[in-house]
C-alpha cells in the first residue's frame, strides 16, 4: 500500500492550504486504520499534527488546535487536512500516515503506525 500525499505549496503567513492523502491500493482496509498527518521541520523531529479515526472522533497537536482541520472520504479512500491562519512555524514536510484501528488512542505510539506517505512540503512565508 502507497500513501500518495500532495497539494503543498507555499502560501503567505495567514493564508489556507488544504493537504491530501490518498491510499493507492484499491484494496485498502480504510475502514481499518485510523488516518493522521505528521510534520517535520528542517533540524527538528517528525511530530504529530492531527489523527481521525473511523468514527470520526479527532485528536489535535496544541498548536494546531482551531486553525487546522482534518477529514476523510471513505469513498475515495483518502484524508485531508485543512491548514488555516497558517504561520511560518507551520513550515515543514507534512506526512500522512495509517495505524490500525484498534482500542487505544490515536497516534501515540509511532511504533503502531503501519504505512507513512512520501510527504508534501509545505511553506508559509512572504
Known amino acids: 500500500v502507497q500513501l500518495q500525499a500532495s497539494g503543498g505549496g507555499l502560501v503567505q503567513p495567514g493564508g489556507s492550504l488544504r493537504v491530501s492523502c490518498t491510499a493507492s491500493?484499491?484494496?485498502?482496509?480504510?475502514?481499518?486504520?485510523?488516518m493522521g498527518w505528521f510534520r517535520q521541520a528542517p533540524g527538528k523531529e517528525r511530530e504529530f499534527v492531527a489523527g481521525?479515526?473511523?468514527?470520526?472522533?479527532?485528536k489535535y497537536a496544541d498548536s494546531v488546535k482551531g486553525r487546522f482541520i482534518i477529514s476523510r472520504d471513505s469513498a475515495k479512500n483518502t484524508v485531508y487536512l485543512q491548514m488555516n491562519s497558517l504561520e511560518p512555524e507551520d513550515s515543514a514536510v507534512y506526512y500522512c500516515?495509517?495505524?490500525?484501528?484498534?482500542?487505544?488512542?490515536?497516534?501515540?505510539?509511532?511504533?503502531?503506525?503501519?504505512?507513512w506517505g512520501q510527504g508534501t512540503l509545505v511553506t508559509v512565508s512572504s
Open positions: 500516515a495509517a495505524e490500525p484501528n484498534r482500542n487505544w488512542g490515536l497516534f501515540e505510539d509511532i511504533r503502531r503506525i503501519d504505512y
Open positions: 491500493d484499491s484494496g485498502f482496509a480504510f475502514s481499518r486504520y485510523n
Open positions: 481521525i479515526k473511523w468514527s470520526w472522533t479527532t
